[in-house]
DNA sequence: GAGCACTGC
C-alpha cells in the first residue's frame, strides 16, 4: 500500500490550493496513481474547505466510490460513515458530520434534484471525468451553470486525462489545468509493422514469444469478448501444453470478463490483495441488502477460494475484456498485449436500434491500456498495429457515451430539474449530442405524455423523473397507479432493470441443453414482461430461495439486484401510490390486461405491428423497421401461427439481425390513440419552436396502410392504395 | 430459432 509520504500529489499542494483559491473551477490532470482520488479531499479538507459545507467526490463505479472512501477513512484515522462517508445506491453510509463524501457521479445527480443549487457542498470533484461517462457529462454541464451562480461558495474541481485537459479547460472559460504525474514505472510501447489479419492469431503468437523469450510477469491480453477470449484460452493451453518441458516456466491462462462470477474474476486475479477481496465481499453484502443471512455463505466461498495461493513459479496470461482496463486492476502484470479493439454499444436515433459493434480504441484507451504494464515494475505494451494507425486514426478521447445512448431520459432529467436558465436544446454540453438525438428523446417524451406538445414536462413527467427507471417504465408505473396494477408493474420495472444479469447463465454446457427451465412459468404467452413478473412471483412464494434461483438456472446476483430495486421503487412510489404496493402471496392470478394497457401506454414509443402474412413485424414511430421477435421471446402464436397484431418491446437490438428483445402483447384498441397522437407530432414545436426545421415530421408518422398495400405491390399507385387501406383499416378498427 | 463490452440511478 502507498503510504501518503510517497504518493506525487503531496508535493503539489501548495500549488493546488492556491489555484483552487483563486479560481471556480480547476482541472486536474492526474495520471495513474498520482493519488488524486483519495488526497485532492483530504488537502482541502485540511485547508478548512470543509468546515461550512461537505467535499463531495463523485466516482463512476460504486465499487470505487466504496474503495476510496474506506481508503481515506483510514489514512485520516476515523472510523468510516463519520467524518469520510460514501452514498451509492441503496446505501448511505453518511451522517450528520460527514465532512468528505464519496458518490457515484448518478447518486449525486438524483441529489441536484432535490436541490439544483446542491448547497449542501462546498466542494465538487468531478473524478475519473476522462470516462466521459453520461452522468458525469451532464454533471459538467450543470457544474458549469453552479460555479456562476454559487461563484462566492462553491469550488469545482475536474480530473481528467492528458488528452483532453484543455478541452475541457476551454469548456470551463479556459480555467487553469494542474497537471500531477503519476507513479507508473515506464512502459515500453511495442507496435506491429502492420494490420494482423487476425488479431486472434496474432495475439496467440506474441503472447507465446513473451513466455518463451521474456523474464518472468504476468501477461495482460486485451480482446473484445467472451466468445474470442474463450478461443483464444483453448488455443493458448494447447500451445503452453505442446511446448516442451522444461523449456520455460509453467503458464496458466486465465479468462476475464464480466460475466463470470465476481468470485471466481478474484480468486483468480488477487493473489495477495486483501483489499481488493474486501471490497468485492463488501459490493456482494451491499448488493444483499444488508441482510446478512446470506453474507456468511458468501464469505465462505471467497475464503476458499480467495486464500488458495497461486502456483509457485507460474506466469499467469489473462485474457480479458476491458474490464481489466479501470475497473478490475490486476496486480503483477508486465506485459500488456492490445489487439487495439473494444466492443461498443451504440444507439441509432433514427431507427431507434441499439447494436454492439467491435470499433477501434481511442489514444486514451491505448494508454490507459498501456498503463496496466507498469504498475509493479518496468513493462512492456505489444500493440498489435501500427504505430502510423494510433497517430492517424485513433480517435483522442472515446465517443462520449451521451453520443452513444438514447437520451430520452437524461433530457427528462434535465426538464424536471426545472432550471430557468437553461434551453435543453441549447444545453452545454461538452460533446453535445446531434440535435437527432434531442428530437428523437423529445419525440419519445411525447409520445408517452412526459412532455406536452410545446416541449413542456407536464406532472406525469415530473413524477417519472424521480423515478430510477428508463421514461417507457416510469410512465408504464404511472399507468398502473390508475389501473390498479402497481404490484405488478413495480416487478416487471425491477425485473427488467436487472435484465441482462437476469437470464439463464449461458455457459457452453448449457447451450446444448434444449429447455434448460422447464419449470419457469411461461407467460401464459402473452409476452415476456409478464414472463418476467412470473418469474419472480415464484421466487417470492420460495420466501426468496437461493436454492430455487440456482435450480431455475436464474442469476442469484441478478435476482437479488430485483428484489432491491423493487424495493426502493416502491419507496419512491408510496407517496403517490392510490392503492397497495404489494399483493398478499399467491393473490395475483389474472389476466394481466390491466398491466398490458399499462405497457402499452409506457411504451408508446416502442409499438410494432405484425405484418399482414408472416410474423415479422414494422415499428411504429420510427421509420418502420422490419424487426423479429426475439427468438428466446416466450411470445406464444395463435392456431394459425400468427403472432399478435400488436406488441410493444423493450429494446431493438441489431445483431446484425433487428430483433425485438422483450415483447408484450397488447390490442389493437389500446393503440389507436397512440396512432393519433403520433400523427400530431410536430417535432418543431416540440423543441420549443427553436430546433432546426425538418422533414422528420413526415416520416415520424407510422405509415399504417402500407402493411396492407404491399400484397398488391406493384404498379406506383400509391395515393389511392393507401386511401383505401387506410378505409380498411378504419374497418377493422370498428370490427373488434 | 440465436448470441450477450462495461457502467449506473
Redesign the pocket.
Known amino acids: 500500500m502507498d503510504s501518503m509520504a510517497t504518493l506525487p500529489i503531496v508535493q503539489y499542494e501548495e500549488k493546488i490550493i492556491e489555484t483552487v483559491e483563486r479560481n471556480p473551477v480547476v482541472v486536474v490532470i492526474g495520471e495513474t496513481g498520482s493519488g488524486k482520488s483519495t488526497q485532492l479531499s483530504q488537502m482541502l479538507y485540511r485547508r478548512g474547505y470543509a468546515d461550512s459545507a461537505r467535499i463531495a467526490i463523485t ?7 466504496v474503495t476510496v472512501a474506506r481508503r481515506v477513512a483510514q489514512e485520516l484515522g476515523v472510523q468510516l460513515g463519520e467524518e469520510v462517508g460514501y ?5 448511505d453510509r453518511t451522517s450528520h458530520r460527514t465532512r468528505i463524501k464519496y ?5 449525486l ?3 441536484s434534484l432535490v436541490n439544483p443549487e446542491l448547497n449542501e457542498y462546498s466542494v465538487i470533484i468531478l473524478d475519473e471525468a476522462h470516462e466521459r ?3 458525469t457529462d451532464i454533471l459538467m454541464g450543470l457544474m458549469k451553470r453552479l460555479a456562476k451562480i454559487r461563484t462566492s461558495n462553491l469550488k469545482v474541481l475536474i480530473t481528467s486525462a492528458t488528452l483532453d485537459g484543455d478541452k475541457v479547460s476551454n469548456f470551463f472559460r479556459d480555467c487553469p489545468v494542474l497537471t500531477i504525474p503519476g507513479k507508473l514505472y515506464p512502459v515500453e510501447i511495442l507496435y506491429s509493422k502492420e494490420r494482423p489479419s487476425s488479431y486472434l492469431e496474432s495475439s496467440l503468437k506474441t503472447a507465446i514469444d513473451i513466455h518463451v523469450r521474456e523474464p518472468e510477469g504476468d501477461v495482460l491480453i486485451f480482446m ?6 474463450e478461443k483464444l484460452v483453448s488455443k493458448l493451453e494447447d500451445k503452453v501444453r505442446s511446448l516442451e518441458e522444461g523449456s520455460c516456466m509453467d503458464a496458466i491462462i486465465l479468462p ?5 462470477p465476481p468470485e471466481l474474476q478474484a480468486s483468480k486475479l488477487c493473489s495477495d490483495s486483501i483489499f481488493l477481496i474486501e471490497n468485492c465481499a463488501y ?1 456482494w453484502l451491499e448488493l444483499f441488502s444488508a441482510s446478512c443471512k446470506y453474507y456468511n455463505f458468501y464469505m465462505n466461498q471467497y475464503k476458499v477460494r480467495v486464500f488458495s495461493p497461486p502456483p509457485p513459479s507460474c506466469r499467469r496470461i489473462i485474457v ?4 481489466a ?4 486492476t490486476v496486480d503483477g502484470v508486465v506485459y500488456v498485449i492490445d489487439s487495439g479493439y ?4 451504440q444507439y441509432n436515433p433514427s431507427t431507434g436500434m441499439y ?2 459493434d467491435i470499433v477501434q480504441i481511442s489514444k486514451v484507451q491505448a494508454n490507459q491500456r498501456a498503463g496496466r504494464a507498469g504498475r509493479t515494475r518496468p513493462g512492456k505494451c505489444y500493440r498489435l498495429y501500427p504505430s502510423q494507425v494510433y497517430n492517424d486514426e485513433f480517435l483522442d478521447v472515446t465517443v462520449p ?1 451521451i453520443q ?1 445512448s438514447s437520451l430520452a ?1 437524461s433530457v427528462l ?1 434535465l426538464k424536471s430539474l426545472d432550471l430557468p436558465d437553461i434551453d435543453i436544446l441549447k444545453f452545454d454540453f461538452l460533446d453535445p449530442p446531434s440535435s437527432e438525438s434531442l428530437q428523437d428523446a423529445l419525440k419519445q417524451l411525447y409520445l408517452i405524455d412526459a412532455i406536452d406538445e410545446n416541449g413542456a414536462i407536464t406532472s406525469i413527467g415530473q413524477k417519472m423523473a424521480e ?4 421514461p417507457s417504465l416510469s410512465r408504464t408505473l404511472m399507468e398502473a397507479n390508475d389501473y390498479g396494477c402497481i404490484p405488478e408493474a413495480l416487478t416487471v420495472a425491477a425485473m427488467l ?5 437476469l ?4 455457459s457452453k454446457t448449457e ?1 446444448k441443453r ?2 434448460p427451465e422447464p419449470n419457469l412459468p411461461d407467460g401464459f404467452g402473452l409476452g415476456d414482461h409478464i414472463q418476467l413478473l412470473q418469474i419472480f412471483e415464484c421466487w417470492d412464494q420460495t420466501d426468496y430461495d437461493i436454492g430455487w434461483c440456482k435450480d431455475n438456472g436464474l442469476q442469484v446476483r441478478g435476482m437479488l439486484f430485483v428484489r432491491d ?1 423493487r424495493k ?1 421503487l416502491s419507496q419512491i412510489m408510496q407517496k403517490i401510490a392510490k392503492g397497495p404496493l404489494d399483493r398478499r402471496r399467491g393473490e395475483s392470478r389474472q389476466d394481466y390486461r390491466n398491466l398490458r394497457k399499462a405497457l402499452c401506454v409506457g411504451y408508446a414509443n416502442q409499438l410494432a405491428e405484425r405484418k399482414m402474412h408472416h410474423n415479422g413485424y414494422r415499428t411504429l414511430g420510427f421509420q418502420g423497421q422490419v424487426v ?1 421477435v ?4 416466450v411470445l406464444k402464436a395463435d392456431d394459425l401461427g400468427k403472432f399478435p397484431d400488436y406488441v410493444v418491446y423493450h429494446e431493438l ?5 433487428p ?1 425485438m428483445r422483450n415483447v408484450c402483447s397488447v390490442e389493437m384498441r389500446w393503440v389507436v390513440p397512440v396512432i393519433n397522437k403520433l400523427k400530431t407530432l410536430d417535432v418543431y414545436k416540440l423543441s420549443g419552436g427553436t430546433g432546426p426545421v425538418e422533414e422528420e415530421n413526415e416520416r415520424n408518422i407510422p405509415d399504417l396502410p402500407k402493411k396492407n398495400v404491399e400484397v398488391t405491390a406493384g404498379v406506383d399507385d400509391s395515393e389511392s392504395r393507401i386511401q383505401a387501406a387506410r378505409e380498411r383499416f378504419l374497418a377493422r378498427k370498428g370490427k373488434k
Open positions: 466516482q463512476p463505479r460504486r465499487v470505487a466510490a452514498a451509492i445506491r441503496f446505501e458518490l457515484t457521479d448518478g447518486v445527480l438524483r441529489e461517462s453520461l452522468n473484445t469478448g467472451q466468445d474470442d477470449i476475464l470478463h464480466g460475466s463470470l459490493h480479458a475484456t476491458n474490464i482496463e479501470t475497473s478490475l473494444v466492443k461498443q454499444r447494436s454492439l457515451e452513444r431520459g432529467y423515478l430510477p427507471l428508463e432493470s436487472a435484465e441482462t444479469t437470464l439463464p447463465g449461458r447451450k434444449k429447455h430495486v426502493q423479429q426475439h427468438p428466446s421471446s437490438i441489431a445483431t446484425p439481425r430483433y
